[in-house]
């Protein structure tokens, strides 16, 4: 069995202060602070894959109070290049954002690329759908490399991931090679004193293999952790039970990352299972739809009966669209013109920031399970709730209105 040796680190880039806690559900508010300032937890971070949000300029999301937001190693190391981002002075400097950055390892493209891709024990081999076929070997070494250019607040390890819903024998290959990534990962990484490596937990739907990968990972002396390969086209009734196994296991005193969730009720209940850290690309992508997220779930803007609302897209929202635009002005622009999308992006952003707190505040004030009973009342008003809603916040003893 792979182990982890821990190592001795003088200055940390990150602490994680917890605030308060939920006296039902596994939910907690805290602070992690690094070296581009404090983030507020639970957090979702809107995902800028190369470097940009599609739609938003960096000022923009800091008007929105965006602590933290993440892009993609695997992308920004084929276009532009370590070579210009290191002239430039680091991502941060490059894109002209002064705040946290988290930047995923590129495993997910084995995954997103898999006909372009040779996963084997050194790494992986791509070609790249940037440069006419040519072949980029990603292993765990060049993925830190990389990061350790990009200069991210927290980087990740890379990971085999194996597609969510594959069983049998690759998916313990997968979760054992992840193992022995993440040394590979920890021995390469240059820069400890300003950035986090963050361990990440594989294994698919399978309980005995996340409880083993969870279990080799807390061996390093890291100061986070990441559950990963979930959110790909598992049942929900799947998917929750996996991350309550690992936010049992992982320790309490660190952050724990749950990768690619994002839907407003996804959110919601594994936040009641104790996760502190979310990403997606389900805002920024479902403005470019011409889709608005609200407090009941989703509104087409494409659809005719907007024609002649003159509301905003919703009532208590400051966000910039709402305080200016209305459902109709948007309707009539939406899907046609690209400032739509902007306007779009801005709100569904500022929508999600919103959500998580609103969920933080109720944490302080021990009221998070009576907002996640009026949470769920909106979005479901028949009170039929899914059953793994229902089951998922059972096991942390939050029940419903009924």
């Not at 894959?49 to 923009?60: F, S, V």
């Not at 930047?103 to 006909?115: A, E, I, N, R």
């Not at 006419?132 to 292993?139: A, I, P």
Request: proline share 5%; glycine share 6%; net charge neutral.
């Amino acid at each position: 069995m792979t182990t982890c040796e821990s190592s001795s680190i003088e200055k940390s880039p990150l602490t994680f202060k917890i605030l308060a806690e939920c006296s039902k559900s596994k939910a907690r508010t805290s602070i992690m602070t690094l070296p581009h300032g404090d983030v507020e937890t639970p957090v979702f971070m809107p995902v800028g894959t190369q470097g940009t949000l599609k739609g938003l300029l960096p000022d923009q999301l800091e008007q929105l109070n965006c602590q933290i937001m993440l892009s993609n190693t695997y992308h920004l190391g084929t276009r532009p290049g370590t070579e210009i981002i290191e002239k430039a002075g680091g991502l941060h400097k490059f894109m002209g954002w002064n705040h946290n950055l988290l930047t995923d390892s590129g495993g997910f493209q084995m995954v997103s690329l898999l006909s372009l891709a040779e996963i084997t024990e050194e790494g992986v081999r791509f070609q790249s759908p940037y440069s006419n076929g040519k072949e980029v070997m990603l292993t765990p070494e060049h993925s830190i490399e990389i990061q350790n250019v990009i200069g991210a607040d927290i980087i990740m390890q890379l990971d085999d991931v194996v597609e969510t819903i594959k069983t049998g024998p690759r998916v313990e290959e997968g979760m054992y090679r992840t193992s022995r990534w993440l040394k590979r990962c920890l021995s390469a990484h240059q820069k400890p004193d300003t950035q986090n490596i963050f361990p990440i937990v594989q294994g698919n739907l399978n309980p005995d293999l996340r409880k083993i990968s969870a279990s080799l990972h807390i061996q390093c002396d890291v100061r986070g952790f990441a559950v990963g390969g979930l959110s790909g086209g598992e049942s929900k009734n799947d998917f929750w039970p996996v991350v309550h196994l690992c936010t049992d296991i992982l320790p309490k005193d660190k952050p724990r990352y749950l990768m690619g969730v994002g839907f407003s009720v996804d959110l919601v209940v594994c936040v009641a299972l104790g996760i502190d850290m979310f990403d997606c690309v389900f805002p920024t992508r479902t403005a470019r739809f011409g889709c608005a997220l609200v407090r009941t779930g989703q509104l087409s803007l494409k659809q005719k009966k907007y024609e002649n609302d003159f509301r905003p897209i919703e009532e208590d929202c400051d966000c910039t669209t709402c305080q200016r635009y209305t459902r109709a002005y948007l309707h009539a622009i939406v899907t046609s013109l690209p400032v739509a999308c902007h306007l779009l992006t801005v709100h569904n952003v500022a929508h999600h920031l919103r959500l998580m707190r609103n969920i933080r505040e109720s944490i302080k004030r021990d009221k998070f399970s009576e907002f996640v009973q009026k949470f769920m009342l909106d979005v479901y008003p028949d009170k039929e709730y899914p059953k793994w809603v229902v089951d998922a916040l059972k096991a942390v003893n939050i029940e419903l209105i009924s």
